[in-house]
């Protein structure tokens, strides 16, 4: 209802609008049963993460049931192994380095643009032009900002489900292929996403039988 009014349209008076819409990922962050990541001192649980212990869901982990279980475990993880404190890192530091973020500027097209071309009906050809735009948005530069890291998650986040949903040639539930309109049992896995050495987005290919 909020979200209704703050666009101005007034349930009672107004037709709200309607449009499809699906989950575009159903996949997560992969998690031990800690909650730890592949990076140290990271930890996910709920929605985001990808733990397997409710099998082959909707999405890759329930929120509420793992919100509960996964947090309590993951703060004594954390409570165990806390390092001393220590010094903040100083302000700048990261101007030293090679790493970048977007400008959150991007966002909208950004936005735009995988709704197009990756959201509830997808193909080659609709993911291939939507990996185009991807990485034109990506020559971009902004500033270490709270909005400027936003849109390079963002950026990060789409650049491996579109590279998932290309790879991915069939229809398995909300990942819609108009151009694979149906299940392949050859598909029966999951397709694990890990960002390389260069910032590349790369692919390992993990069957049922694996």
Do not use: K
Request: aromatic share 6%.
């Amino acid at each position: 209802m909020a979200s209704c009014l703050a666009i101005g349209v007034d349930p009672a008076t107004d037709l709200i609008p309607v449009a499809p819409a699906a989950h575009y990922a159903s996949g997560g962050v992969r998690t031990d049963l800690r909650g730890r990541t592949s990076i140290p001192g990271l930890y996910a649980c709920g929605e985001v993460a990808c733990t397997g212990v409710h099998g082959a869901n909707r999405l890759a982990s329930n929120s509420l049931l793992e919100g509960l279980v996964f947090s309590r475990r993951i703060a004594e993880d954390i409570a165990a192994g806390l390092p001393e404190q220590a010094q903040p890192a100083e302000t700048g530091a990261w101007r030293g380095g090679a790493g970048w973020v977007l400008p959150a500027e991007v966002t909208p097209t950004l936005q735009r643009t995988m709704t197009r071309g990756a959201g509830v009906l997808r193909s080659a050809t609709t993911l291939a032009a939507t990996a185009g735009t991807l990485t034109e948005l990506g020559v971009a530069r902004g500033r270490p900002r709270t909005a400027d890291w936003e849109a390079t998650n963002l950026l990060t986040v789409a650049s491996a489900l579109v590279a998932a949903a290309y790879a991915r040639g069939e229809t398995r539930g909300c990942h819609w292929r108009e151009d694979f309109p149906t299940a392949d049992e050859r598909w029966l896995g999951h397709l694990v996403g890990a960002i390389g050495a260069q910032g590349r987005v790369t692919q390992q290919w993990e069957g049922t039988s694996s």
